[in-house]
């Protein structure tokens, strides 16, 4: 069975850091491309950041880009995205996805789900 956690998720003042986990288990997880979506309320979900085993390329929202860092712990089948200068903006559920594929889609890369945590970015 696919499973995947996330952790970390809080509430932090904005201009603040804050760093979401999501282990991974049940497929090899240097084999499914893997990243991360938010969905703020009344918003439509947004690809956050996303990590193609292809060719190791990450993707980053342009809302994100030079803000946030998404990284890969093999060993640990775990990735991270870590968060800095937040806003309030930033505020959503953020929700770690896999793939079935090795490369991040444009359509989207979400056949697997964690459960979501919550971010929220104070003014």
């Known amino acids: 069975e696919v499973q995947l956690v996330e952790s970390g998720g809080g509430l932090v003042q904005a201009g603040g850091s804050l760093r979401l986990s999501c282990a991974v288990s049940g497929f090899p997880f240097d084999e499914h491309a893997i990243g991360w979506f938010r969905q703020a309320p009344g918003k439509e979900r947004e690809g956050v950041s996303c990590?193609?085993?292809?060719?190791?390329?990450?993707y980053l929202a342009d809302s994100v880009r030079g803000r946030f860092i998404i990284s890969s712990d093999n060993a640990k089948n775990t990735v991270y995205l870590q968060m800095n200068s937040l806003k309030p903006e930033d505020t959503a559920v953020y929700y770690c996805a896999a793939s079935r594929t090795d490369y991040c889609s444009t359509y989207g890369w979400g056949d697997y789900w964690g459960q979501g945590t919550q971010v929220t970015v104070s003014s």
């Open positions: 990590i193609s085993r292809n060719d190791a390329s990450a």
